[in-house]
């Protein structure tokens, strides 16, 4: 069996329960050392196999899946975050089914609710957003049209940029450009957060770029952008003693 894991956001202890479990029973574990905490290998039992998949391309990575199975191995393939998001865990799982080998997926923790965590913020809050856009700069990688920073800008509500950090300045014109956010818009960057050298800038929309040139921060970072950052907000109708729910009356 082949089991894809979301190795969480970067501390070693916020892997899930299963996803420890399974790091420890596998014989061949295949990871992105350019991005997964190296300190989940201590789950590993003794002989296990660990390929460093950060040189291997596609084909490369499934060649060993299939050698594993072929040998009645159990692989685990293990991505940083949640693979869902920005994991390339769709080619794979493609790939896989075409092979007719089984495999299954096991969810982690993912680095926007780590950057929550670090910021020590809540992304949704009453009367500031209820909405959160989780997108990306267009780079190499191009986004849909119709995905543009500046067209999911126009909407206003909370902000999380993945892959972004080293487009900063490109990405500061585009957020502008929805006609929403302002240069004072409240704004951070979250340099790998949960990791033990977790690092915290504050600043605005209009600082992002000087913000990252100025403390050396080109990857490995989230750009977190809204009022949820300093807003005044009001209180959740849900502990509300005057809101009544089925689970409690209204008090007076």
């Known amino acids: 069996m082949i089991h894809f894991i979301g190795a969480g956001p970067g501390g070693a202890d916020l892997i899930t329960v299963r996803g420890a479990r399974l790091l420890g029973e596998a014989d061949c574990i295949i990871y992105a050392g350019s991005l ?9 039992k003794d002989g296990c196999v660990v390929c460093d998949s950060a040189s291997m391309t596609l084909e490369e990575v499934l060649a060993v899946m299939e050698a594993e199975e072929h040998a009645g191995h159990t692989t685990v393939r293990l991505h940083t975050g949640d693979p869902c998001l ?18 299954d997926d096991t969810p ?13 913020a ?7 957003s209820q909405s959160v ?34 487009l900063l300045r490109e990405a500061q014109e585009e957020l502008l450009a929805g006609g929403v956010y302002t240069a004072d818009t409240p704004a951070a960057i979250v340099y790998k957060a ?7 800038f504050r600043c605005t929309v209009g600082t992002l770029a000087q913000t990252a040139r100025e403390n050396n921060i080109t990857k490995t970072a989230l750009i977190t952008i809204g009022g949820f950052l300093s807003a005044p907000y009001e209180r959740s109708k849900l ?14």
Not at 86 to 103: F, S, T, V
Not at 194 to 200: A, G, H, I, S
Request: hydrophobic share 35%.
């Open 86 to 103: 920005y994991g390339a865990i769709r080619e794979q799982m493609d790939r896989l089914d075409k092979l007719g080998l089984p495999y």
């Open 194 to 200: 949960t990791w033990p050298d977790e690092r915290v």
């Open 36 to 44: 997964v905490n190296p300190d989940l290998l201590q789950y590993k």
């Open 122 to 128: 809540e992304y949704t809050l009453p009367e500031v």
């Open 239 to 252: 502990y509300d003693p005057t809101f009544a729910h089925g689970c409690r009356e209204a008090r007076p």
């Open 133 to 166: 856009i989780i997108t990306r700069m267009a780079g190499r990688t191009g986004v849909p049209e119709g995905e543009a920073l500046r067209r999911m800008a126009s909407h206003g509500c909370t902000m999380v940029l993945f892959l972004s950090t080293g």
């Open 108 to 120: 982690g923790v993912s680095s926007f609710c780590g950057a929550a965590a670090a910021l020590r």
